[in-house]
Each structure stands twice: as C-alpha cells, then as structure tokens.
C-alpha cells in the first residue's frame, strides 16, 4: 500500500509533465509548420563569407 | 535541350539571355541570388512539376505593398505574405536568407504548410518594397493578405480539437492504469478500500477531461438540438455525460460500475479522428484561400494629366481611363477607345478564337489583352462588372448544396431514438417485471446507453474519410469539402466543360499542307512575338534561332523584310474558311501562295481514355462547351462524348443541370472557367483542375492537379470505394451492437466488458478503413 501512495503520484506528476509540455509546444505555434521543420534542420542559416551584421540571423530566430 | 539555369524551364533557342537562360529576368534573378552567395540554392532544390516555374514576371506591373504594412507601437512594421512559386524547401532557404540580408529586418518566417510569409522590420531603417523587391526578382509572386479575415475560425477550431485530443490522451492513460488494475483485482483480491480509492482517483482526472474535452461535440450538439433535429454529436454528448455520470454515482456509493476509463478513451479516439478530418480539409482549404487575398490585381489608371496610377479595381471610377498593356489580364468592363488589339475571352466564354478589339469594342473584366496595348472608358467596376455578376450567380446557386445532410447525421437520426428507446423500455422491464430495486434497473439502462455508445458509428465515417483524402492527395487531388466524398460517391453523370478542362487551353499547330522548311521559317518569324499563336508555332519547332528584325504590327501580325506571318483579313485573303474551327495563320511570301498553319486546343492526353473508361462504368458523360458549335463537336468527337451542347452561356449551363436534376440524376461537373463557376456551385458535386480560375476553385469541392484527366476518375473511385467502406463500417457497428446490447439488457455487463468490446469495435472500423490507403480499386 505504500509503494502505492509513492508510485501513484509519480505516474500522474510524470503523465502531467508531458501534457504541459505538449500545450507548451502548442501553444509557441511549434505545430504550425511540420514540414518546414523537418527541411528547416538540413539548411545552415550562416553569414555570407566577408559579410557581418546582427540581422543575419533574422531567419532562424523567432 | 538545355534547361535553363534559374526556372529549369526549356531555353528556347530564341532565348535573348544566351543559351544557359530561358529569358533575361531569369539570367538577372540568377545573378542576384549569385551574388548575395546562396547559389547553393540551385543544387538543393528540387523542382515541384506541379507549382508555376520560378520564372520572374518582366511583364507584371509593380504591387505597391506599402498600403497593406501594419506598423506596431514598437516602430516594428509587419507585412503578412501569401507566397506562389515555392517548390521545396529550398525555396523556403533562398526566401528567408534574401530577407535576412536586408537591413532593418528582424523576422522572415515563411511557413511551408501554408506558404504564408511574415515579415517584420524596423519601419524607419527600411520599407516593403525595397524589402521585397529581390523576392519578386528571383521569380516568387507575393499576394498580401490580411491575417484577420483569413481562417481564423478553422484554425482556432484545429487548435482547440488538438488541445482537446492531448488532455483526452493523458487522462485516458492515467485512467486506464487504474482501470487495469481493478479489473486485474475483480476476482476478490483486491479490497474494497484500495478499489474504492482507484475510483476517485480516476474520477479525479477523468471528470476535468470530461468536462475540457467534450466541448466541441457538445456545441454541436446543443446547436443541432437548437434548430430542431439531431445529429451524430447528440448521443455521443448523452453516452459520455451519462457515463460519467453513472461512475461517479457507483463511486460515490461505493459500487463496481464506475466506466471513466470508458469515457475517456472514446473522447479521445473520436478526437483524433475529428482532428485528422479537419487537417485533411486544411490544407485544401489553404489552397483555395487565394481568391481572399488583397491587391492581387492593381489597373493602371491614366489620369487626366497624363501620370499614370495603380489602383486596385473596386476603387477606380466609371468614366475613368485605364491602360491594359499587352498580356494584361483586363479588371474592369468598359469599351475601347483607343488601341488595335485581340482578346482572349476563354475565361469568361469558352471560347477559344481570339476576338479583334477595335475603339468601340466592349471588354468586360476577365478577359486577357493579346497583342497590344488599349486604352478603355471604364463602364462597369466591381460589383457591377460581368465577372461579379457571375460570382453571384454562383453564392445563389451554392445556397441550394448546403441543404445536404452527411451520410453519419442521416444514421444518427433512427440511431439516436431507438438506443434511447431501448434504455427506457430496459429501465421499465426491470421495474416492472422483476423486483429489482429502481438504482440497479436505471443502472442497467444506463449500460445499454454506454454500450451501445456509438464509438464505431461516429468513427466509421471520418477515419475513412482521412484514408481517402489522404490517397486522394497523393494522387494531386484535394477535397475541400467534407460532405464532397459522399456525393461524389452518388454520381451517375459527368459534365464536362471544354477549353482547359477537357482540352489543355492552348492552341496547338495542326498538320498542313506545309513543309519543314515552311514551318522552320515562319517560327523564327513568329518567336518574335508573345502571342498564343505564335508560341503554338514557336513550340512545334522550338530549336529554331528568332529572325532579326522582326516588327509586330498589333492586332494584325508580324513583318520580316517582305515575308508577313498573320491574320486572314491583314494579308488581304479572302475569307474562305467558312465554317473551319480553330485560329489560323498566314505565311504570305512574295511570288508565292499564302500557306496556312492551323491551329486547335487539343483534348488533354488521357481525356478519350478517360471519358471511355467513365462510359464503360455506366456513366453518362455530356460536354457543355461556350465555345462555337464547330469547336465543340470536333472536340467531341475526339474523345467520343455524344452529347454536347455549344455556345452555353454561365445560365444556360446552369439550366442544363437544374434540368439533369430533375430527371433525377446526381451530376458531377467539371470545368474551370469563370463560366462555369456557377455550375460547379449548382452541380451535386463539382471539380476543378488547379489551372482553373480562383472564383472556380472556390465554388469546386474537389480541386486537382497535373495535366491529366486521370484524377478524376481516381477521385471517383476512391469515393465509390470510401463509400461502401463506410457503409461496411456501418454494417460492422450494427452486428457489434446485436451482440452486446441484450448484454447489456439483461445486466450482464461489467466494467471490463464495456472496455474490451468497446475498443474492438472501434479498432475493428479503423482496420477496415485503413484498407483503402494502399492497392487498387477497381
């Protein structure tokens, strides 16, 4: 009986985790562009050679 | 032949831009993307046959974006973007690093689902135009819209089905671990107190998700409700309130019936095929959104002064002035008052010859400008014009098709009854013919509604539906509607409209009396120009080098030192063609016989196929066609349809179907003009290609792709299969229930039967769905 009194809230405390970790990404609009996401991996959004400047990241970030 | 470097479109040998370049916009487009240093894009990228070329548009007038940026209370303006053109995601790359590389930008985001572009910068380092500017010389169209006004509703309403589904998801997980182990302790091992404890455990979860989760249906139950009949949503809300409703009263008093895992689990099923249905139709959706974009079009307006002004069409005045350049398509109805031209009116009539424009001329809206520039009075602008005219046609026509009832809402209309019937008259059984007391008989009643909870039935249409459009999709098929399958499925009639739906909508050379030599002449005379006559001689013999020297005489045709290429009535001919269909051209040389080149829309490549494999299945197949009758019936004749109709205008093919109707016949109709957008709206169930007109695509339930007609008959297909499947689903639902309600009747039903038969009937309908995404059909 005690184990169950320690196991049963660890299940649900875990289960609770991933839901609020799910609205989270919801709610960021992570879901909005699935297969941008899976393309966006394989391109680097680095700086031309010789040119420098703090917008050039503007893609990724956001 | 080479493909061009930047479009990969074929050079053609008449090619300004050398030979590693189809024109000089792309050798331009391609120079830029070279010097910012992102021509990795050209070995990244793959070309999507299926959306316009990358090919920048030298032709188009200048989109003022400046009058749709919203600047924000920051200084940071925002401009949303609906982008056309993009074929992979490396075109989602190029986009977003050409807008990275500008000053003052602090988001470039293109979403690649949706196409939708935002861009947000600093409004005092930069302005819209500048900003995008390189993104319209590389070749992409950009459409400003207002995020406002567009799919809001839908998309808040996908949000909140996912949201839904998750909290389904935890608490049916959570619920069933306890579930499993009152059922793993039934046999007596388990006491009372720790079973008593696992109950309101899972009452604890299961009531908040109940309450979260069940508010999508139970809006649409309650709206059902409201104006007086009943739909599937109905007793889907009645089983899960009584549910859980009843466990937690057993819960209460300590009995055995307590079913949240029940509920929960099939809230959560129904979710995901709810959510999966809305998805599929989101992205046809999406497709057909372009029609809202603002400032597509813009009118060059000259005013009085002589300067020139680009307006969108509601806002120029009748009496106003306005410049349509060649290849312009023409926004407004009005009359010609200065300018020789010819028009291409396919659009709003079907037909296929180009007709002179001379002062005087009527044009109306929608009609494309051939050969040189005009200038008209404006008579008629928006909500007057012919175009608008049709539109609302087409809205009045719509009205009649939302009248429909789904398949699943016309089940749930004798279900519901008699299920709550079947309860009541349990409830009084007990009572009356046994001595058991009024909680355990309203109990039994109370699992016959559980049992007989119609997890299969509210299942068994929309996991076949996301089968099907998911098979459909791949096919370049996309349903847009979500009743589209079922009526489709009802079909016995298929109608046709001709030019661009039937034919492929460009003039092709016909053989002649002609030679090599003949042919080789008049294309490099004919390269010259941009006229869909002259491409279609061009075409047929493309690796030909462009005379030099060649003057375009507008509205007649084309000089070269003394050969002329052009039109019966210019060369002086005199008119003999008589009743001979199709556009002609004239190669008139000194000291010889003009020789004439022939011209005809020529059917897609697989229609005949098609219409034979239609009629073979039993189909009736018509052709409606605005066209003239010649065109018609040679059009007819070629792909073997009997009956045909010419010179139909928008109402007459709309008669054509009210009278089809009422022979009762259910018709598909297929077509992509302007004209015929009002019978696709009328049609019991209508397609377009993706070529079609937007007005078109709006008024289609069903939009396809490629250059093919097989489409078509794939969507038929599948939908006659979807529809047997989901009446198997139907039928599977019904024996389930036999075996379970005189279970439920005669009380033998406990917790874990409830959850076992349950989650089989519904695995059960979602197999037989699954059956549909893979092998053939017929």
New interface residues.
Partial sequence: ?TN?LML?PV??VL??I??VA??WA?KSGQ??????AA??I??D?DD??G?E?D?????R?? | MANCAHCGLEVGPASAAGPDFCCRGCQAAYALVRG???DQYYT?RCIDPTQPPLRPDQEAGPIDFEPHVRVGEDGVAALHLMVEGMH???C??LI??L????????????????RRLVVRWRSDENNANAILAPLQAVGYRLLPYDPQRLGREAERHE?EL??AM??AG?AA??VM?FSVSIWAGDDGSMDWA?RSLFHW?SAL?ALPAVVYCLRPFARSALAALKSGHTNMDVPITIGVVLTAGMSLWETIVGGRHAYFDAAVSLLFFLLIGRYLDSRARGRARSAAEHLLSLGATVVTVLEPDGTRRLLPPDQVAPGATVLAAAGDRIGVDGTVIDGQSELDTSLLTGETMPSPATPGTAVFAGSLNLSAALRITVTAVGESTLLAEIVRMMEVAEQGRARYVAVADRVSRYYAPVVHLLGLFTFIGWEVLTATPWQVALLYAVSVLIITCPCALALAVPVVQVVASGRLLRQGALLKSATAQERLAAVDTVVFDKTGTLTIGRPELLPGDWDEDDLRLAASIAGASRHPVARALLRACPDIPVAAGVREIPGCGLEWEDIRLGGRRWLGLRDDSGQQAGPELFLDRPNRPPLRFAFADQPRPDAVEVVATLKRRGFRVELLSGDRAVTVQAVADAVGIERWQAGCRPADKCARLTELAEQGRKVLMVGDGLNDAPALALAHVSMSPSTAVDVSQTAADIVFQGHRLAPVLEAMTVARKAHSLVRQNFGLALVYNLFTIPLAITGMVTPLIAAISMSTSSVVVIVNALRLSRGRLW
């Fill in positions: 009986m169950l049963i299940a649900l289960g609770a991933g839901l799910f609205l919801l879901f909005e562009d699935l297969d941008g393309n966006r394989l391109f959004y031309p050679p040119k400047g917008h050039d990241h503007a893609g970030k956001s | 910012m240093g992102l990244r992979c995601a490396a989602v790359w977003e690093s807008l990275g590389r500008q000053p003052g930008i602090v988001e470039g985001r293109l979403n690649m689902t949706t949000k996912l949201r998750a909290v935890f997980g959570n671990l720790t455990i979860i």
